[in-house]
């Protein structure tokens, strides 16, 4: 079984800067992975979809939790790159989360709602 153990490397490597080199790496490989998903998205907006992911923890000042979010990035990284993932899973970041629908946001039908209607409820 192929095996890249980057979290391993990122837990014995002492970095200065941990999350500025895990996002270097992810930048690093992003090609390699649309390629191969088969992702038609350019470079630049899957690169802008990762940094908003990063732009979300960038509150979070504890050095214990950063350590971890480090560790699991690259894990993400490793799992992506043995292909444990599917498209769909990389579209959901890349695209920025665009579809946080839930069943609540639906479109409620009523008791003599045409067909049309409940084809088009979304």
Known sequence: ???LQLATKA???????????????????LPRILT??????????????IRSLFETNAQIKDSRVLD???????????????????????LRIFEGFKHKHSGGDRKKLGLN??????????
């Open 1 to 3: 079984m192929a095996s």
């Open 11 to 29: 837990r014995h490597a002492f970095y200065v800067n941990p999350v500025p080199t895990l996002y270097r790496s992810i930048v690093k490989e």
């Open 36 to 49: 191969i998903y088969d992702i038609d998205i350019p470079v630049p907006e899957a690169r802008a979809g």
């Open 68 to 90: 971890m979010l480090v560790e699991k990035g690259y894990m993400e990284l490793e799992e992506t790159m043995l292909h444990y993932k599917q498209k769909p899973h990389l």
């Open 113 to 122: 709602s045409s067909a049309d209607d409940q084809f088009n409820r979304a």
